[in-house]
Every structure is written in structure tokens, then in C-alpha cells.
């Protein structure tokens, strides 16, 4: 049965212009001309992989199932393609509107009930959002420009791609609807989602220039460019831009970081200049006469050939050089092209060198030494070099294409790549240095290898941000969920251990109070609060049940326990015999000569079942840390509960002092339960509040200063700030 009877449809938009209308009619015929081949294809491919499934299967239930899923597939083809572009039309007809079935909504409306996080759920919607946000990041152009043509045809401001009816993440929301629609297991389900990938949005640029050229030849914004042609700027242009920066003459917003960089305070290279020499001259005063001696200076093009020599050499560098190790090799190297004559650097060149090393030395220790960042950052410092030998709006400008691919690496590898994580993400650490790796063996002076590397780099971390930012928002609901379970069954604990207390009964009655009743009044909290008519009448039961005979009304009595029982998981038949001997009521005649258990056999049962999220509820370990907080203690558990949801920690793990840092998602200052995270949203080892409040009293955790800008702004800030300081000592 069709889960949606009423499809809206375009010819329903009368507050749309026919014309518009009409245009969006043939963009959705277009789709279904492009993608009916590919899905074809798809499909094909998964019959394919079906089959081989199962016939490397040797028997059992993964053949059976396979061959299950090809008859389904091979039944619900011939529709497959229609409910798709049916799915799809109701984009279009919703376009400029608010989409209520949203995929992703509901997949944010499931994590609203009180349960942990599916897995496989998780999976097929990162896989959904993997596929789509790849397909934007290999036809970002050609999308930029139909979001700006469809928010003509609506008379909108520029859609966003997310909501673009034929864009990438609309044709992965269908797509997943359509194949669950199908009948498909889950893990058959991604299966076909990789085949997709592989045909449908291999094609994504191809397919997207064709609905643009549709447009453009409808006269729909016909001159629209997504990006303006690159010019190498002159001499001229590039010293304006210098003092200028960060506005561009040209009107155009600067290269965006990948982070949040604020703007250092960059003096002008004259005064840069002016306190490199003053360091120069006060650290060795006769290398800096024997500099000023010289007559023969090395020549840009020399320079920059003995370096790429340098950057040819094979690198097993686990740490950056120190600067006067580079400057020592980089030298002798144009002593060996020089043949031998005496070679020095101009002043503007050694400047350049030494503002490398000493940014060098301040980035060296904002990282991590048993990290990966040093790695990276050793090889990329040849060809940095290069870049601040060229260009000194490497120093000056705050978005210059090297520096943000710099900054992108350093604090990717130092927040992300973490050897102290149970799982060390091996595939982002490839990432990192295959684009190391690219700009150490391809750059030969042209920056769009760095601007190429950066904005890859950058659109590969939102995606990984993007994945994080949903696994702690779950991690933080399942959370919530454990410590509102906790709440509620102390609670009912509570009342129960108060009302016994005043009474003495049998062993059954109070192993049916304190298991089963417990868990009912659990549930019965968590679903209608403590002040609901469910919950009142549920501890009347209790009081009934300890109370008087004479005074209870039995018939209503069993009626009530014996609901309550059932929800919380007992057969009908068990909890029924349990309230008959609760009541003193007799037994139900036996059923096939087998006898009713005794009442110790149902009291064996009660103190023996398994109580739902027993081990997510569980007290914490008795031990040192129950003592009370020392004073020192009380003081490091009220900065703790000061601190804002998403405040960073830095653990101190080891007798070495290697530290790691942890994200303060969320806390509960009743009951002290706390979640803690790393930078993908994977939970840390469970930890109380007070437990990290006894940790940072002895030193080893303390609140990392919220870092307004990137990795990079804060080495050349303090790189000023020495150099500043320095002369003003001199």
C-alpha cells in the first residue's frame, strides 16, 4: 500500500508563473531522461553482485537471502524507476516550501523517543549523506549555478544545495526512500547505494551541466559564472595587496578559511625587516658585518632551484628542521650549483628564511610530538619556503592559499589524529598525507597546486564535521536518555524501599516490589512524569498491596499488577500467577496436567531477571573516589559546572605527560553523569563530574582557552610578540 496516497505535483503551484512551472516540468523530465539509463545500470550491477553473493555463499542464510533480494528486485524493477521520479516530483512540486518528510528529519525525529543510537541506521544515513556531499563536492560549479537559476524561477534568494530538487543530497534522500520502499534488507540496501555511486553520480557533473544548458538556452540567467578567471597580479598590484589585505581591490571576498581565523596584527615587511635585522645584529653581530660585506648574493631563480632540489630528496623527517639545519643545507646547496664560489643570501631572502624558522619553532610547540602533525609539518617546510621566498604575502595576507592549507593539515592532524584513541582514523591520516605528499612532489611554483589541495582538504573536513556533529548530537541524546532512566528508577527505587520500610510482608510480595514493580514505576515516570494519573495509581497499588485485605479491591488490584508486569516484560501467564499469590487468590486450573509453579520457583524468577539497561544504569564503582571532594576538589567541581556545553578538556593519560583532548558535550549537576567525546563524536570512557574534578585537582586535566583563531594565527601573533618584545629588550 502506498505509504503516501496524495503525490503533490507542479501543476498544483498556482502561486508559481506558468512559465516557471512549465520550465521546472521539463527540468524533471530532463532528470528523468538522464537518470533512467544510470539507474539501469545500477541496478543491473546489483543483480550482478546479488547473484555472485550467493553463489559464493556456501549455502545458508546469506545465500538464502540474497537470492530473496534478486527475486524482490527483479518484481519491484519495473516500478523502481516510477516511484523514484514520483518522490522526486514532490521535490519539485515542494520547491521554495518546507518539506515535512524530509528524510533527515525523520531520522531526527527518531532520536526525540528515549533509545541508543541504531547502528545500522547510522550507517545508511552516512552513507546517504557520504554519497551526496561527495557528488557536491565534484560538481560544486555546475550546482552553485542551478541553485541561483531555480531561486529565479521561484523569485527566492539562492537556494541552498540541500534543498535543490535535483540536487545531489535531494536525489540521495529519494533514492533511499525508493530502495526501502523496495523490500530491501538494509545491508543489500547500502550495497546499492555503493553501486550508485559508482554509476549515477560518477556522472553528477555531466548531469548537472545539463540542466544548466537547459536553462541558459531558456534565457534563465544565460551569463551567470560561479567564480572569476584567476590573474597572476603584478609587482604593483601585489605590494597594494599587501598593504591592502584582506579585501581584494577587485570587490571579491578573500580565499575563506577553512577555520575560524581572526586577522593578526601583520605589520607592514619594512618593519618586519627592520626587527629581523635587529635580532640578527644583537644574536651574532659579526655574521651579520660579514653578511653586509658580501658582494655576491644568490638570484631568486637560484634560490628557488636549490631548494627544489631540497624538495626532491627523499624525507624521513619525523620533525621539522631546525632553521639554521635548513639554512645550512639550503647553502651548501648553492655553494654545489655555484661551483664552489662564496654565495650569501639577499637581506629580503634571509628575512624570508628565518621568519620560516622561526614560525617553524612556534608551530612545533602548539603540536603534539608523538602526533602526526610534526610529520606533516616537516614536509611541507621546503616548499613553504619556497612559497614565502616568492610571495611575501605569505607573511602579510591571513588567507593566503598556503597558509590556510597549513593551517587546514596542523589542525586537522593535532585535534583529529589522535594515537591515544582506541581507533586511530587510519583513512583521514591517508588523506592528510596524500595532499602532503601531492604539494611536496608537484608544487614547482604554481600556488593553484595549494589552492587546489586546500579547498579539497576543506570540503573533506565539513564532511567529516558534518558526520561528527551527528554522531555526538546522538551520543548526547543517548546520554540524556541513560542519565533520565537513572533518574526515574532511583525514584521508584526510592518509594518502594520508603513503603516497605513501614510494612512487613512475604519474601514474593517484596521481590515483586523491588524487581518487577520497580521497573514499572520506572517506565511509567519516564513516559507520563511524576505527577501523571498513571503514576499516582501505580503507587496506590503498592499501598494497597501492603495494606489491609479487607480494605482492597482484589478484582481491580490483579487487573492493575498484572498490566503493570506485562509492560515491563513478563508473559501474561507469569505475571498472572504471581499476582494470584501476591493476593492470596487461588491459582488458575492447570492447563495440559502441567502444575502452576510454586512460590518459590516465581520468586527464583523475580530476583533473577534481567532488568532492562541494567548495565547502562548501574551505580558507579564503590571505592576511593566515594570519598567527599576535598576542598581543592569542591573548587575544581564548580569550574567544571560553570563551563558551557561543548568546552574542551585536556586529559594528562600517561607518566610521559602525552595529553588528550576531549569535548564536554553534555552534563547533569543533579547526577553528576557527564558525556564526553573526541572530535568525530565517538563517547570516551564513561566519567563522573567529580571524577574529573579529583583528576583536575592533582593537575591532570585542565579547560583549554577557547582558541579564537587557527593554529596558524596563533604561532605568527606570538612570533610578533617575541620579536617585538625582543627589541625593545635590545
Known amino acids: 500500500m502506498d505509504k503516501q496516497p496524495h503525490m503533490p505535483t507542479l501543476a498544483e503551484r498556482s502561486d508559481l508563473a506558468p512559465r516557471a512551472r512549465h520550465l521546472l516540468a521539463q527540468q524533471l523530465a530532463e532528470c528523468d531522461g538522464l537518470l533512467e539509463p544510470l539507474l539501469r545500470g545500477a541496478l543491473d550491477d546489483l543483480e550482478h553482485e546479488l547473484f555472485r553473493i550467493a553463489e559464493q555463499s556456501s549455502g545458508g542464510q546469506a545465500q538464502h537471502e540474497a537470492m530473496e533480494a534478486l527475486k524482490e528486485i527483479k518484481r519491484s524493477r519495473p516500478r523502481f524507476q516510477g516511484r523514484l521520479m514520483g518522490l522526486l516530483e514532490r521535490r519539485f512540486a515542494g520547491i521554495g516550501r518546507a518539506e515535512p518528510g524530509d528524510a533527515k528529519d525523520a531520522f531526527a525525529r527518531a532520536g526525540e523517543d528515549l533509545s541508543l543510537v541504531d547502528p545500522h541506521e547510522f550507517d545508511e544515513t552516512m552513507a546517504l549523506e557520504d554519497l551526496s556531499t561527495r557528488t557536491e563536492l565534484h560538481a560544486g560549479n555546475a550546482i552553485f549555478e542551478l541553485c541561483h537559476r531555480y531561486a529565479l524561477l521561484i523569485a527566492a534568494p539562492p537556494l541552498d544545495s540541500e534543498v535543490l530538487p535535483s540536487g545531489p543530497h535531494s536525489l540521495a534522500t529519494v533514492l533511499g526512500e525508493a530502495a526501502a520502499e523496495s523490500g530491501l534488507q538494509r545491508d543489500h540496501r547500502l550495497l546499492f547505494y555503493r553501486l550508485c555511486d559508482r554509476r549515477l553520480f560518477a556522472a553528477a557533473e555531466s548531469f548537472y551541466v545539463r540542466l544548466n544548458d537547459h536553462l541558459k538556452n531558456s534565457g534563465i540567467l544565460p551569463d551567470l559564472r560561479s567564480y572569476l578567471p584567476k590573474r597572476a597580479p603584478s609587482e604593483a598590484q601585489a605590494a597594494k595587496r599587501a598593504d591592502d589585505a584582506p579585501v581584494a581591490a577587485s570587490g571579491q571576498e578573500p580565499i575563506a578559511p577553512g577555520l575560524n581565523f581572526t586577522a593578526p596584527a601583520a605589520p607592514p615587511m619594512g618593519e618586519l625587516h627592520a626587527m629581523l635585522d635587529a635580532r640578527r645584529r644583537a644574536l651574532n653581530p659579526e655574521a651579520a658585518a660579514a653578511t653586509a660585506q658580501s658582494a655576491q648574493f644568490a638570484s631568486m ?4 632551484e636549490a631548494l627544489a632540489a631540497l624538495q626532491a630528496m627523499p624525507s624521513r623527517n619525523t620533525a621539522p628542521k631546525p632553521g639554521e639545519n635548513l639554512a645550512g643545507e639550503l647553502m651548501a646547496e648553492l655553494r654545489r650549483g655555484s661551483q664552489g664560489h ?83 582514523d587510519t583513512s583521514l591520516n591517508q588523506r592528510l598525507q596524500r595532499s602532503v605528499k601531492r604539494v611536496a612532489d608537484e608544487y614547482k611554483g604554481d600556488i593553484g597546486v595549494i589552492e587546489k589541495e ?43 524501599e520508603t513503603r516497605l520500610a513501614r510494612h512487613k510482608t512475604t519474601p514474593l510480595v517484596r521481590a515483586l516490589l523491588e524487581n518487577a514493580w520497580t521497573d514499572a514505576l520506572t517506565l511509567t515516570l519516564l513516559r507520563d512524569g511524576e505527577r501523571s494519573e498513571a503514576y499516582r495509581r501505580r503507587l496506590a497499588a503498592v499501598d494497597q498491596l501492603l495494606g489491609s485485605p479487607v480494605e ?65 544504569t548501574a551505580p558507579a564503582p564503590t571505592g576511593p573516589r566515594q570519598l567527599p571532594l576535598t576542598p581543592s576538589e569542591k573548587r575544581a567541581l564548580e569550574t567544571l559546572t560553570k563551563l558551557p556545553f561543548g568546552s574542551w578538556l585536556e586529559f594528562t593519560v600517561n607518566q610521559q605527560g602525552q595529553k588528550v583532548a576531549r569535548k564536554l558535550a553534555w552534563y547533569a549537576p543533579s547526577s553528576g553523569r557527564c558525556l564526553l567525546v573526541n572530535a568525530r563524536g565517538t563517547a570516551a570512557p564513561e566519567r563522573t563530574l567529580d571524577q ?33 618584545k625582543f627589541g625593545k629588550n635590545q
Not at 610529520?375 to 621566498?389: D, E, G, S, W
Open 342 to 424: 662564496d654565495v650569501q643570501l639577499q637581506p629580503e631572502h634571509r628575512d624570508a628564511l628565518d621568519l620560516v624558522g622561526l614560525l617553524y619553532d612556534q608551530l612545533v610547540n602548539e603540536t603534539r610530538s608523538e602526533g602526526v602533525a610534526q610529520q606533516l609539518l616537516a614536509h611541507l617546510q621546503v616548499p613553504l619556503l619556497r612559497i614565502a621566498l616568492a610571495d611575501n604575502n605569505f607573511f602579510t595576507v591571513r588567507n593566503h592559499p598556503a597558509r590556510r592549507l597549513l593551517n587546514l593539515v596542523l589542525e586537522t592532524a593535532n585535534l583529529w589524529l589522535d594515537r591515544n584513541d582506541d581507533k586511530f
Open 692 to 724: 574529573i574534578a579529583r583528576q583536575m585537582a592533582r593537575g591532570q586535566v585542565r579547560p583549554m582557552p577557547r582558541q579564537d583563531g587557527g593554529m596558524i594565527d596563533r604561532a605568527w601573533n606570538a612570533l610578533l610578540a617575541g620579536l617585538r
Open 301 to 304: 631563480p637560484e634560490l628557488q
Open 454 to 496: 586546500a579547498d579539497d582538504l576543506d570540503n573533506h573536513l565539513k564532511l567529516l564535521t558534518r558526520r561528527a556533529e551527528i554522531a555526538e548530537r546522538r551520543q548526547v541524546e543517548a546520554a540524556q536518555g541513560r542519565d533520565r532512566l537513572h533518574g526515574s528508577r532511583a525514584a521508584a527505587a526510592k518509594a518502594i
Open 552 to 616: 482492597r479491591d482484589d478484582t481491580r488490584l490483579a487487573s492493575e499488577l498484572n498490566h503493570g508486569l506485562t509492560q515491563v516484560g513478563l508473559q501474561a501467564t507469569e505475571a498472572d500467577q504471581i499476582t494470584r499469590y501476591a493476593l492470596d487468590l487461588p491459582q488458575q486450573p492447570a492447563v495440559a496436567s502441567a502444575p502452576p509453579p510454586s512460590q518459590t520457583e516465581l520468586l527464583i524468577r523475580l530476583k533473577s531477571r534481567h532488568r532492562p539497561s541494567e548495565e547502562e
